[in-house]
Each structure stands twice: as structure tokens, then as C-alpha cells.
């Protein structure tokens, strides 16, 4: 039995989790996959009853009881600045040691992207970004602070276990998924000390698979590349703040965040998967959210429980339905989220 701790979060995450939930049981299912959910209030509305987003002992529940857990977006604007945020999604990725934020980006329907000439599943790639070091570590501080002579400073940390596992994680996934190249996007050339880290480490791991192609690029060269020509790269892995920027560009190569899932994986232990969106705020309550994103998520989580014709069951019920035109109005169709979690729900096995 696989035991699925949920969080459906704030704003519209309570219109497209349930439709998510509801497939990612309907799938398991048919495979006859046993899964159990328990459902958590932690987030905005916990935070303002409480002063708390999560309780502090919300990592040990999860590691103790769980094997994932499935969020939803996170905010809200009754609470200002992003302590819930900090609190609950932060604070889950960092309790849990989720070191690689794994986004697949593939490409359902030629008119779902920018790029001319692009067709169904030529653009398929998956970005690995490191998920606990970087710019975003939040070492720093400010001095003359509210004067004109103000000084920020921002540390950025790379550490060799940090790189080498997340690095490792993108070749072991290429492999297992019969991925066929690895693109490590860093920035040598200019970083003095980060850069030839991740190309020492990207030389020795690289070595471990000697069947999947793997290159290394400057991050502008990627992020340029990846929009002249998609079809040159599979998995990229890089760190945190270039796979932030890095994962946008590839989401709006493929229709946007409302087809975007992720995961934040911990290879040796309990991982977290949600959307990429936000709330939504503005169309809350409207019924028209895209359930698309949380409900490709919900594969991923199948497939790294070990359930893949699970996952690949959504994958095609997905397919089918956004070629067939049954869509959300933000690519393209005018259908319902219930309308279109249902479409979905009906082309599976």
C-alpha cells in the first residue's frame, strides 16, 4: 500500500487537486496498485487560525508515515509576503532533503507552442535543478540598511555532495526512462570556483554511464538553444537559480505552467510532488482552472512509487483528450476544470 500524504494548498489548488486525486486513484486502480491518501489543512488557512502554515514536527509525520506527498499551490493574499510559502513549500523541500526539482516539459499539441513548425512531442526535455544550495540558501545580509550607501550581499554555496548527487540523479533518471543525453548547463567560463565544481563532478559521474550522451554548456547558450533548436536536448541539470529561470523557458515552450508538474525528489528517501502554478487568486472560485499540471503530476508521483503503467495510463488519457480539443480556456479550449479532469478520467484503461 502506498501512502500518500496530500496537501492541497491554497486558491485553485482546491479545484485541481481533487480532479488530480480522483485519477491518480482511478489509475492506480486499474493495475490494481493499492494507495491510501491522508488529507492535511496545512497552509494559508492553517496560518491565519494558527500563526503556523504546518507544525513544526510536519517533516517527521511525513517521513515517519508516508512515502510522498502530493501539494498543491501555496499563497494567499490575505497573508502577505511569502511566509506560508517559506513555511509549508520551503519548509517541506528542506525538511525532507529534496535535493533535485525534477520538471518535465513535452510539447501535447503543435498549437500549444510559440515555436513554428513544431510538431507533437518534438519538444520533449526534463529539467534537473539542484534544490537546496545556491543563491537561495539565503546566505547574505544587508549593511547600511535604508541608507544610500546600502549593501546587499547574497552568497551562493555549491557543495560537492550537493552537485554530485543531483547530477548523478539526472543520469540515473536518463537511464531508467532510456533517456538518450544529459546536458549539464552551468556557467565555468565566468564562476571562478562554482563552475569548474560542477564540470569536475559532471567528468566523474558522466564516466558511471557510458551509454547515455552527455555534454556540458555555458546556461545563455542553453536557454538561446533550447528555443533555436529544442530538439538537441533530453535532461539538463543544473543549479538552483539557472534551472529556475531554465524550467520557465522550457514550460512556455510547451503551453505554459497550467501543463507544468514537478517533483522534489529525495532519491533515498521521501519525495514531494506539485504543481508548478500558483494560486490563482483572480479566477478562484470560477471553476476554469487548468487541472492539467496537477494531474501530470500526479503520473509522476505513480511512476517514481513504481507504478508505471500508471503513470503512462494519464500520460495517454492526457494526450488523447487535449488532441481531441477538451481543454481548459488558457490553451486553447472552453472547458470546465471539472469538465476537463473528467475528459481525462474517461480515457483511461
Not at 507552442?113 to 537561495?136: A, Q, S
Not at 503530476?297 to 503513470?311: K, P, Q, S, V
Request: glycine letters at 12%; charged letters at 25%.
Amino acid at each position: 500500500m502506498a501512502k500518500i500524504a496530500v496537501i492541497r494548498g491554497d486558491g485553485i489548488a482546491n479545484e485541481v487537486m481533487p480532479e488530480a486525486e480522483e485519477i491518480l486513484l482511478a489509475a492506480a486502480n486499474t493495475v490494481s496498485f493499492p494507495v491510501d491518501f491522508t488529507h492535511f489543512d496545512w497552509g494559508s488557512d492553517r496560518y491565519l487560525r494558527e500563526g503556523r502554515g504546518m507544525p513544526e514536527d510536519a517533516c517527521d509525520i511525513i517521513r515517519e508515515g508516508f512515502d510522498a506527498v502530493f501539494q498543491g499551490a501555496i499563497g494567499d493574499p490575505r497573508v502577505p509576503g511569502s511566509i506560508v510559502q517559506e513555511q509549508v513549500i520551503m519548509g517541506i523541500r528542506n525538511g525532507l532533503d529534496a535535493y533535485a526539482n525534477v520538471r518535465p516539459c513535452r510539447l501535447y499539441h503543435e498549437d500549444l507552442t510559440p515555436l513554428k513548425g513544431r510538431g507533437k512531442g518534438e519538444i520533449d526535455h526534463v529539467v534537473f535543478r539542484e534544490n537546496t544550495e545556491g543563491l537561495y540558501v539565503n546566505v547574505g545580509g544587508l549593511f547600511k540598511q535604508g541608507t544610500p550607501d546600502e549593501v546587499a550581499l547574497q552568497e551562493e554555496i555549491h557543495t560537492y555532495k550537493g552537485v554530485e548527487r543531483v547530477v548523478r540523479a539526472a543520469f540515473s533518471f536518463a537511464e531508467r526512462h532510456g533517456r538518450r543525453k544529459v546536458t549539464v548547463a552551468d556557467k565555468a567560463g565566468g564562476l571562478r570556483f562554482a563552475g569548474p565544481v560542477w564540470r569536475r563532478v559532471w567528468e566523474e559521474v558522466r564516466a558511471d554511464f557510458p551509454d547515455i550522451e552527455t555534454n556540458a554548456m555555458h546556461i545563455d547558450a542553453v536557454a538561446m538553444e533550447i528555443i533555436r533548436h529544442p530538439g538537441d536536448f533530453d535532461v539538463i541539470v543544473t543549479e538552483n537559480m539557472f534551472g529556475d529561470i531554465l524550467s520557465d523557458i522550457t514550460s512556455a515552450l510547451v503551453g505554459g505552467v497550467g501543463l507544468a508538474p514537478s517533483a522534489n525528489l529525495n532519491m533515498e528517501g521521501v519525495s514531494m510532488f506539485e504543481p508548478v502554478h500558483g494560486t490563482a487568486p483572480d479566477i478562484y472560485g470560477q471553476g476554469i482552472a487548468n487541472p492539467v499540471a496537477a494531474i501530470l503530476t500526479a503520473a509522476m508521483l505513480l511512476d517514481h512509487l513504481g507504478c508505471a503503467e500508471g503513470a503512462a495510463a494519464i500520460h495517454r488519457a492526457v494526450e488523447e483528450a487535449i488532441e481531441a480539443g477538451e481543454r481548459t480556456g488558457d490553451i486553447g479550449g472552453t472547458l470546465s476544470t471539472r469538465a476537463c479532469g473528467e475528459a481525462i478520467r474517461k480515457r483511461l484503461p
